[in-house]
């Protein structure tokens, strides 16, 4: 076992385990104020304190769900490079995590799906009948 596999195994298993932890926080302990510096921060999650909170409860079950799945997925990807060159760990390490970050970014696309389903533009709850149309 080379350092270097293990310097990016340690690399690939730190963004999911990242999304882990703040998707169990944004959980349990949401920001409870709309700011510009933490949390989910996007024009709609931000418009009132209840688009806020529901933002803040879909994308932590999204990051705890699809960061486990990462985690898992990205270990066994990295045993498979044991015995393999520093430049084949390094390079397939950095795809690796290109491909994280995308995943964690995409992230946003059912987040605000579902706020546009349950929320106006300006933050107000949708009523029943108002979502099915």
């Known amino acids: 076992m080379s350092g270097m596999w293990v310097f ?5 298993l730190l963004l999911p385990l990242s999304m882990m932890a703040f998707g169990k926080l944004f959980l349990v302990r949401p920001p409870k ?3 510009c510096v933490f949390g989910y921060r996007t024009r709609r999650s931000m418009s009132s304190p209840e ?4 933002a803040h409860g ?17 270990a066994a990807a990295m045993l498979f490079l044991l015995g393999r060159s520093d430049d084949e760990i390094g390079t397939f390490g950095g795809v690796m995590t290109l491909a994280q970050v995308g995943v964690m970014l995409c992230s946003i696309i059912p987040t605000e799906a579902a706020l546009k389903k349950n929320f106006t533009e300006y933050g107000r709850p949708l009523r029943p009948a108002e979502k099915d149309k």
């Open 51 to 54: 688009a806020w909170a529901f």
């Open 8 to 12: 990016m195994l340690c690399m690939a």
């Open 33 to 35: 104020e709309i700011n």
């Open 58 to 74: 879909f994308c932590g079950r999204l990051w705890l769900r699809w960061g486990a799945a990462m985690l898992f997925l990205s």
